[in-house]
């Protein structure tokens, strides 16, 4: 079966860094995603990556492990507004999406 | 960037209605349009792929007689959830694939909460 694993619940506090996990095992595989979505809200792109390493956009990054199945979400300077579930999606062969049930991130003063 | 309206932002009905949930993208054409489920604190679901002028995909299932998809046009896709029940309360939301694209981007709509009472 097609699998997205990623922490359910994480807390950091406010100007630190976080690293939030996502390990996959998919049929095929063409890109990975992560997204933001704030609470009652629909989500919104944060990243893409189909190529092992590193993709910096500002205080988010994200890297990507092929061989291992493993990307992470890096978020520095934390800020309140980061406050969100943060979800990783994998495009498998069929190109179809499949997610990940989102990282609850909660950040503290 | 690109932009998908969603409406209404919330309803409420009353058990047995019917509710029409619309999504439109307003400035790029959108030959598939997705519709998802998201029930609190899970993952999105996917309910079915909407391809313009085609009958939509489902997901298993998702009863397509239930929840009809109406994908008339390259801007316009309309969800009906016939006959709600309370089970049936849950957050919709669409989103659209620019046409000739891979979906690198998926562009959603802000998502539609109903209540069935």
């Known amino acids: 079966?097609?699998?997205?694993?990623?922490p359910t619940e994480m807390t950091a506090t406010e100007g630190a860094i976080v690293q939030i996990n996502c390990t996959y095992q998919t049929s095929g595989f063409n890109g990975l995603f992560w997204y933001q979505q704030h609470a009652?809200?629909?989500?919104t792109f944060l990243s893409y990556n189909v190529l092992d390493g590193l993709e910096e956009k500002g205080r988010f990054s994200s890297f990507l492990s092929r061989s291992k199945g493993y990307s992470y979400l890096l978020l520095k300077e934390l800020q309140?507004?980061?406050s969100a579930s943060?979800?990783?999606a994998v495009r498998d062969s069929n190109y179809q999406l499949i997610w990940g049930a989102g990282t609850k991130l909660i950040i503290k003063p | 960037g690109a932009v998908v309206s969603q409406h209404p932002s919330w309803v409420i009905c009353k058990s047995g209605t019917s509710v029409k949930i619309e999504c439109r993208s307003l400035d790029f054409q959108a030959t598939t349009m997705f519709w998802y489920r998201q029930?609190?604190?899970?993952?999105?679901?996917?309910m079915a792929t909407s391809n313009e002028?085609?009958?939509a995909t489902y997901e298993q299932g998702v009863e397509k007689d239930k929840f009809l998809i109406n994908h008339a046009s390259l801007?316009?896709?309309?969800?009906?959830v016939t006959s709600a029940h309370p089970e049936d309360s849950s957050f919709y939301i669409c989103s659209a694939r620019v046409s000739g694209t891979g979906n690198e981007k998926l562009f959603f709509g802000s998502g539609t909460q109903l209540s069935v009472l």
């Not at chain 2, 029930?39 to 996917?46: G, H, R, T």
Request: aromatic share 6%; with cysteine.
């Open chain 1, 86 to 88: 943060y979800l990783c």
């Open chain 2, 39 to 46: 029930f609190p604190k899970q993952s999105l679901m996917l």
């Open chain 1, 80 to 82: 309140m507004k980061d």
């Open chain 1, 1 to 6: 079966g097609q699998n997205i694993d990623q």
């Open chain 2, 53 to 55: 002028g085609s009958k």
């Open chain 1, 40 to 43: 009652g809200e629909a989500p």
């Open chain 2, 75 to 80: 801007t316009l896709s309309t969800l009906t």
